[in-house]
């Protein structure tokens, strides 16, 4: 398992504006793989501790010129940091948005704000889990 103070370390050595806070991608990841930098999801092919699919590792590489090994974590932290910080651009008040996206794809949000789709029950219950989880670390960290 990944120590929550490793993804901290990592997040911030990323250069990116915004950059989001490190307890959200630690509850993203927490969410996501349990801190498992090896688990991976034969349906959707998502891999590693932040369970980054194909379609965003191709999006790293091609957009942020940022080859990531999903299963290095350390990479995937720093690719997962870039990617949350481009979805914090396209939705800069909404960080419900900004999960969603990160679930579902942009695409699909975009299309659910134009009431093309229906958001699916499983963002609706990623979103729910890894606000909760962001709000126990924030509290962790007051005590």
Known sequence: MVRQDQIREWVQKVIAKP???ADLM???????SSLNP???????????LFQLTPI????LRERFALPTDPFDPEQAT???TVYVSWLMKQFPEDLTL???SWNWEIGNVRK????EKELPEETRNFVHRVLSEWEKLKKEKEE
């Open 56 to 59: 965003y590792l191709k999006d």
């Open 38 to 48: 090896v688990a991976y999801n034969e349906r959707t092919k998502a891999a590693g």
């Open 26 to 32: 630690i509850a993203i990841a927490t969410v996501e």
């Open 112 to 115: 659910w704000l134009k009431g």
């Open 19 to 21: 950059r989001p806070d």
């Open 98 to 100: 900004v999960l969603a």
């Open 78 to 80: 720093k690719g997962a």
